[in-house]
C-alpha cells in the first residue's frame, strides 16, 4: 500500500482534517512486516518513528499470516505510545493466489473473469489467518479493549471485481483493468484502497471526498465521477460491515444514510459527455480594468473526445480571462468545436473561482445546428478545468451534462 499515504494526506486535506501528518513511510517491495523489523537502526524509519512516541495511528500491510513482525512493532510502539492504535492492510491475493501460498504461482498470467463465488473464496484463508493474529494480539495487549484493527482491501477489491462481473461498475468493464501486472493496481484499485484507508482511519465515510490523484491523472474519460462514487460506496461499505475495522456500531440505515442526499423532489445527477485537451497561445496582456487584470489566451486547437462526441477544437477562440482584485479568477471563452462528422458547434464556457483552490469548475454552454447534435442546446452543462502549463495542451476539460433523477 506503498500508494496510500500521499493520496491519503491530499484526502484528509480535502475533508478539512488539519491535524493529519504523515510521519514517514517505509517500504520494501513484496514484503513481510517482519523483514520491515529486521532492518538495521539506523535505516529502520518505522523503529525511530515509534520511539519518539508521537505516532498515534501505525499502518502495516503484510502479504500473509501470521506475521512476527505486527506484534514486534505494537509492542514496540505500545512501550512509548499507550493510546496508539494499530491498522493491518488485509492485502488482495497477489496474481490470484492465496497470499498464504504466496510468491508461488503468483507471477503466472492469472485468471482475471473470475466470478463473485470464485473471488469470496480466492484469499479465504489468508483473511483467517490475519484475524486470528488479530484478535490475539487484541485479547493479548488490549486489555479489553480493541486497539489493532484490519483494513479489509481483500474483501473490497472482490466486491469491486464482483460487481464488474455482474457489469454493474461505470467506466470498467473487464476485471483486468484493476491491475498492471499479476499483482499491483491501476489508478480505480488504487483509488478504492484509499478510499478504504481513510473509512478506516478516520471512521467516517469517504462519501463526497475528491478522486484520487493517480485516478485523476489518467486520461481515461470513462473513469469519471460516477466511478469515484462508486468506488467510495464500495470502500464504505466494506469498512462499515467488517466488525474487525473498528466500525461495528454502523448499522445498515446508518450505511444507507451515508449515501443519501437531501430529498427534492428531483436531484441532479451528472452524465459524462466528454474530454477537451486544449491548447492555448501566447497570452496577451490587456492591461489592468476596474476589477483586476485582463489576459487574452488565443485557443490555438486541441481535440475532444466522448461516447457520443468527438473531433476537434478549431483554431481562433479565445478566453477573456480576469484576474480579480479580491484574488478570484473568471473565465470567459469562446471557441468552436468541429465534430468528425463535419458539425461545427459553438462553446461559450464560464467559470469563477477563489482561493486556495482557483478556477476549477466552469459552466458550458453551446450552440449547435438543428440535427443530432440538438440536445447540447437543450440541456445544462458543467466542466471540470485543470491546467498543467508544462503540458503541450495546457488545459483539460471534462464536461457533464445535468440530468434529473427521482430521489431515493
Known amino acids: 500500500m506503498w500508494y496510500v499515504p500521499d493520496q491519503l494526506t491530499e484526502l484528509a486535506s480535502a475533508q478539512g482534517i488539519d491535524d493529519h501528518q504523515l510521519v514517514g513511510l517505509q517500504k520494501i517491495g513484496a514484503s513481510r512486516t517482519l523483514q520491515h523489523w529486521q532492518l538495521p537502526d539506523d535505516e529502520n ?85 490475519g484475524e486470528t493474529q488479530i484478535d490475539s494480539l487484541n485479547e493479548k495487549y488490549g ?122 423532489v428531483e436531484y441532479p445527477e451528472l452524465e459524462f459527455v466528454y474530454t477537451a485537451n486544449i491548447k492555448v497561445g501566447e497570452a496577451l496582456d490587456f492591461g489592468q480594468v476596474d476589477d483586476g487584470k485582463r489576459l487574452v489566451i488565443p485557443i490555438v486547437g486541441g481535440t475532444f473526445h466522448g461516447p457520443d462526441i468527438q473531433g476537434e477544437v478549431v483554431p481562433g477562440g479565445v478566453d477573456w480571462n480576469l484576474s480579480r482584485s479580491d484574488g478570484a479568477t473568471e473565465a470567459d471563452a469562446t471557441y468552436f468545436l468541429r465534430t468528425e462528422d463535419g458539425v461545427l458547434i459553438r462553446v461559450s464556457n464560464l467559470g469563477v473561482g477563489a482561493p486556495p483552490t482557483g478556477l476549477r469548475f466552469t459552466t458550458p454552454r453551446f450552440i449547435a445546428p438543428r440535427g443530432q447534435y440538438d440536445w447540447l442546446n437543450q440541456s445544462t452543462f458543467v466542466g471540470t478545468l485543470e491546467v498543467d502549463w508544462k503540458r503541450e495542451f495546457s488545459i483539460r476539460l471534462r464536461v457533464f451534462r445535468v440530468r434529473s433523477q427521482e430521489s431515493p
Open 45 to 129: 524509519l518505522a523503529k525511530e518513528a515509534l520511539r519518539q512516541g508521537d505516532v498515534d495511528v501505525f499502518v502495516m500491510s503484510p502479504i500473509q499470516f501470521p506475521d512476527e513482525g505486527i506484534e514486534n512493532f505494537i509492542k514496540l510502539g505500545l512501550k512509548h505510545n499507550p493510546e496508539m492504535r494499530f491498522l493491518v492492510q488485509l492485502s488482495w491475493g497477489g496474481g490470484d493466489i492465496d497470499n498464504q501460498d504466496f510468491p508461488n504461482g503468483a507471477w503466472e498470467v492469472p485468471d482475471r473473469d473470475k466470478t463473485p463465488e470464485q473471488l469470496s473464496l480466492m484469499n479465504a484463508r489468508n483473511i483467517r489467518a
Open 143 to 264: 486489555d479489553g479493549q480493541d486497539f489493532v484493527f484490519l483494513i479489509p482491501a481483500s474483501q473490497a477489491a472482490s466486491e469491486l471485481r464482483s460487481r464488474i462481473y455482474r457489469k454493474e461498475m461505470p467506466g470498467l468493464e473487464d476485471q483486468d483493468e484493476l491491475f498492471v501486472d499479476p499483482a499491483h493496481p491501476s489508478a480505480p484499485l488504487e483509488a478504492l484502497n484509499t478510499y478504504l484507508h481513510f473509512a478506516v482511519l478516520y471512521q467516517q465515510s469517504p462519501l463526497g471526498l475528491p478522486a484520487t490523484q493517480k485516478l485523476e491523472q489518467v486520461n481515461r474519460p470513462q473513469w469519471d465521477e460516477s466511478l469515484t462514487r462508486t468506488l467510495q460506496e464500495i470502500a464504505w461499505q466494506t469498512a462499515a460491515n467488517y466488525s474487525r475495522s473498528g466500525l461495528p456500531n454502523v448499522d445498515a440505515e446508518e450505511i444507507s444514510a451515508a449515501f443519501d442526499f437531501p430529498q427534492p
